[in-house]
């Protein structure tokens, strides 16, 4: 935490109290509560399909 000097550390409710050791390093650490009709894990699976299918079609770009 010291290296990126990060000064807050934000997570899901769900986590709640699993984060709490590094308020001894002086970060503030801040639970929000979760939206219930936002899924972190099928964001995931969208994002991968959608890479999946740029890959199958040819549309992604190279540098």
């Known amino acids: 935490m ?3 000097h990060v000064d807050t550390f934000v997570m899901g409710d769900d986590w709640a ?3 709490d050791f590094l ?3 002086g970060v503030d650490v ?4 979760r939206t219930p ?3 972190s894990s099928q964001i995931r699976q969208d994002l991968h399909e959608n890479q999946k299918a740029s890959i199958r079609g040819g549309s992604m770009r190279r540098n």
């Open 2 to 4: 010291h290296e990126y």
């Open 17 to 19: 109290g699993k984060f």
């Open 23 to 25: 308020k001894e390093e």
């Open 30 to 33: 801040i639970y929000l509560p």
């Open 37 to 39: 009709e936002i899924s």
